[in-house]
């Protein structure tokens, strides 16, 4: 039998963009196999229509004109892979208020706008994908979307930002900050604004959506606890490498009864726990419920090629599916309200800077007492003229720990910064041991 002939237009051509042509033209033959059409890109959007290409698009192909595809009714799938909240997001939403599925890699957009493009799909009668805005590769939308429908997922933890896992795993081999980020960006990692990654927002973005989907309410982006990777230094990579443990930037969306809490920010992960071993440019997310207890997928979370992989997988889904009633609507059924952030409870490592002389250990104690943070693990050190604390805590509210902290700054004895860092371990910190 003739395969259907599918003609499809890309809303940017760049990293992605160009990987998601030469796969769709690489894997025709087998997209064929096992879905009778043939997805054929007829057009893409660009602002450079004579800039060189990573693929080549073809005579006729590129436009800088978004008219071109928006007045060209015989597109059947449109994927956004150009990034950046405007003009994307008015293009995605006249594509689907006119009936055009969309299939989008851009978290930024989906996080910021979610309410109004499902309202637009909803509209158009037609769907709207988002697989490859989180985590690139990991099929992880599909898995809590499909297969854990009827599993209650109460906690996601997740390595979601290749760029920074990527910086954090060189410091661990000694490598500088700055050289890092240079080869993230070299090797199409990073985002056009690369303090997007190292700030923690690309990973704040897809973890709100993340928390959309598995909590089934909308997790809006400024409810997002935030803080990127700017303040680790080797110093802290050292102390957590002693204590066997690795800093990882960590994104994190929990269920406490009925509230939600989201947060992204630097973590101490045990070297025992699954989230230890992800290196590189490599992510992972580990999803616990009722059912399942715990899940992890990890693979690739940033490139061209495997981002490419989970846009191509979505077109080809909304190609299989349009028709069957199988709509990929809007996961979001309940409405949810926020945990306040200084709530939630955690282990922490801190790492605090005070003057070398009796009473100071005493002082520290004192505040930390004051609220409520038991120490599980203390180790000092001598440098210069003062000691350094090593202090890993019990469980403890976040507020708490943040407010001890700002009494412990402002003792008389306080000499540099203090840090305050969540430990993530399965084993329990009292197991934790200082090499
Ligand atoms: P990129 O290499 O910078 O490519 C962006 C493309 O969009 C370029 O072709 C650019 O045109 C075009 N474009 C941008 N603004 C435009 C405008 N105003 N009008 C017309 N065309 C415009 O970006 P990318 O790395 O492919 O990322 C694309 C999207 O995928 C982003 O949302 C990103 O977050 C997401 N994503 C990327 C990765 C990754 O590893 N790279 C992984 C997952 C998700 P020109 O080429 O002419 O400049
Ligand atoms: N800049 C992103 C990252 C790309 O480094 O994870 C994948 O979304």
Not at 134 to 140: D, E, G, H, L, Y
Not at 376 to 382: C, D, I, S, Y
Not at 394 to 412: E, F, K, Q
Request: glycine letters at 10%.
């Amino acid at each position: 039998m003739a395969a259907v002939d599918v003609p499809v237009a890309l809303l940017g051509y760049g990293t992605v963009g160009a990987a998601v042509h030469r796969l769709l033209e690489e894997s025709a033959d087998e997209i064929e196999r096992a879905t009778g059409h043939r997805l054929r890109v007829t057009r893409a959007l660009v602002r450079d229509t004579g800039k060189d290409r990573g693929f080549s698009p073809g005579p006729g192909v590129l436009t800088d004109d978004i008219q071109v595809i928006l007045g060209d009714p015989s597109i059947q799938v449109v994927a956004e892979v150009m990034g950046g909240v405007e003009p994307a997001g008015s293009h995605v939403l006249e594509l689907l208020r006119s009936g055009r599925p969309v299939v989008t890699a851009n978290k930024q957009l989906v996080a910021r706008r979610g309410t109004e493009l499902f309202e637009a799909a909803a509209a158009g009668g037609v769907q709207l994908r988002f697989e490859a805005s989180v985590c690139a590769a990991i099929p992880v939308i599909k898995v809590l979307r499909e297969s854990l429908i009827v599993t209650n997922v109460h906690r996601v933890l997740g390595i979601v930002n290749g760029t920074t896992n990527f910086i954090l795993s060189a410091m661990e081999e000694g490598r500088s900050y700055d050289d890092a980020l240079a080869e993230a960006q070299r090797l199409g990692f990073a985002e056009a604004d690369p303090t997007e990654d190292v700030g923690g927002l690309d990973a704040a973005a897809k973890t709100a959506i993340l928390a959309t989907v598995a909590f089934g309410s909308r997790v809006p982006l400024e409810w997002v606890e935030v803080e990127g990777i700017e303040g680790v230094t080797l110093d802290h990579v050292a102390a957590a490498r002693a204590l066997d443990m690795h800093v990882k930037l960590i994104g994190r969306a929990t269920l406490v009864g009925d509230r939600v809490d989201v947060r992204v920010g630097p973590a101490f992960v045990d070297g025992h726990h699954p989230l230890a071993a992800v290196e590189g440019a490599f992510n992972a997310v580990m999803l616990h419920g009722d059912a399942i207890r715990e899940i992890t997928l990890e693979g690739p979370g940033a490139g061209g090629i495997e981002t490419a992989s989970a846009v191509v997988a979505d077109m080809v889904s909304v190609v299989g599916t349009t028709g069957t009633g199988f709509l990929q609507n809007d996961p979001v059924w309940r409405h949810l309200e926020r945990l306040p952030p200084g709530d939630l409870t955690s282990p922490f490592y801190l790492r605090l800077e005070v003057e070398d002389r009796a009473g100071v250990l005493a002082r520290i104690a004192q505040e930390l007492a004051a609220e409520s943070v038991s120490v599980a693990q203390l180790v000092q050190q001598t440098a210069d003229d003062r000691a350094v604390l090593h202090i890993v805590t019990h469980d403890a509210a976040a507020g708490r720990v943040n407010a001890a902290l700002t009494a412990i700054r402002a003792l008389p004895e306080a000499r540099g910064e203090a840090t305050a860092i969540p430990v993530i371990s399965s084993r329990g910190v009292a197991e934790l041991g200082w090499a």
